[in-house]
């Protein structure tokens, strides 16, 4: 992916404190965020929260999502509610033992501030937290500020439409895998479309991104998760993200996460690359771990913009145990049983993406309503 600095035109949400700053005066504040809420500075930063507090604003609490607040965290791994290190405030868990803010969580607050860099993808977490911060809101009547940022995959729409049977934490709307849109656009999207439990709609007000073109590259400064080191696995995470729903491992337990994918019951006459997974910080226990994996080395793939499907297909054409390459996490991330008879039937990927191109003609149509850019 090309660079751009961020300050080089882009103007964050978390920047324009001068638009913000007067919706906190005299407000007992809760912030959602993680390690990527931040507010740039030539050559720096400094997280939204400390610099909030810097100017006098009343943070009361900090709600963080999968991988934590300062986002070390593995995939999957239950984050407990802490204090913050640095500022003493108290860090409540939105992926521990509760999705939602509870009613005590949000006791005594004024406004909820979300901010929160994400990727684009339909089974990306951040947006599921975002859907139930949004629905607590509406219930508790709190006003939601959205601080939003440029999204990294935001100039395609691709894949199959979710299914409301395969409705999970790592699917919750009728969307395409990859969805076209920026967090605050999304937001909208949750309101307009009546998602939210009840039809109860969030009083939201959204600070949206100056100077941003969705078809110019934008360059992640800080990392969004520990398995999306750098502009190449976030590209390539549309596409290879399918296997966490396989046999195969996807470059967890390596430096190349989402940049690979290998397991050792692909043909190693067929497959001319190998690595070896080890636990490491963004992977406790990697699939195969310790286990020669052989695959494909993608860190010289040209950028993407659309789903490569060539990759899984090749890799479930050629393992040894057919019968047992899927697992039932597939269709969750799939958000359909279509996609996975498709590739046991044969189909190659141009037939597949064929058959998607009516919902995603649908859906884009249903989308523009609530572009900012």
């Given at each position: ?5 961020p ?24 912030i ?10 030539e ?9 909030l507090?810097?100017?006098g ?5 900090v ?39 509870t ?47 440029p ?16 409705r ?9 895998v ?5 967090m ?14 009840n ?7 959204i ?17 969004p998760?520990p ?15 399918f ?14 996460q ?13 497959f ?13 226990h ?10 494909r080395d ?40 279509t ?28 989308r ?6």
């Amino acid at each position: 992916m090309g660079k751009e600095h961020p300050l080089d035109s882009i103007v964050v949400g978390a920047n324009q404190t001068e638009a913000y700053l007067p919706l906190l005066k005299n407000k007992k504040v809760g912030i959602i965020g993680n390690q990527t809420s931040v507010i740039f500075h030539e050559n720096q930063y400094t997280h939204l929260v400390d610099s909030l507090l810097n100017l006098g604003v009343d943070i009361q609490r900090v709600f963080s999502p999968e991988h934590g607040f300062r986002g070390t965290a593995s995939a999957g791994e239950s984050v407990n509610d802490q204090l913050d290190e640095k500022t003493g405030i108290p860090i409540i868990s939105l992926y521990g033992n509760h999705y939602k803010p509870t009613a005590k969580d949000l006791e005594g607050l004024d406004i909820l501030i979300f901010d929160i860099q994400d990727v684009g993808l339909r089974f990306y977490t951040y947006l599921s937290t975002l859907h139930y911060v949004m629905e607590a809101a509406a219930e508790h009547k709190i006003p939601l500020l959205l601080l939003d940022r440029p999204n990294p995959n935001g100039s395609y729409i691709d894949g199959p439409i979710l299914e409301k049977e395969h409705r999970s934490f790592v699917g919750m709307h009728p969307v395409p895998v990859v969805h076209g849109m920026t967090m605050g656009e999304y937001a909208q999207m949750i309101n307009g479309e009546k998602w939210l439990k009840n039809g109860v709609q969030c009083a939201l007000t959204i600070i949206p991104v100056k100077n941003y073109n969705k078809n110019k590259p934008y360059s992640l400064p800080i990392n969004p998760s520990p398995n999306l080191p750098n502009d190449r696995a976030i590209n390539l995470y549309p596409s290879l993200c399918f296997f966490e729903g396989t046999v195969v491992n996807a470059g967890r337990g390596t430096s190349f996460q989402f940049q690979a994918f290998g397991a050792p019951s692909l043909r190693k006459d067929y497959f001319d690359f190998q690595y070896t997974p080890k636990p490491n910080a963004g992977a406790t226990h990697p699939k195969h771990e310790n286990e020669v994996c052989y695959g494909r080395d993608l860190r010289q793939t040209e950028t993407l913009d659309h789903i490569n499907l060539d990759w899984l297909i090749e890799a479930y054409q050629h393992t040894d145990d057919p019968q047992h390459f899927f697992n039932n996490f597939f269709e969750k991330l799939a958000g359909t049983t279509t996609l996975r008879k498709q590739i046991e039937k044969g189909m190659n990927s141009d037939q597949i993406r064929e058959t998607w191109k009516a919902g995603l003609k649908k859906y884009d149509e249903k989308r523009q309503a609530y572009l900012l850019y």
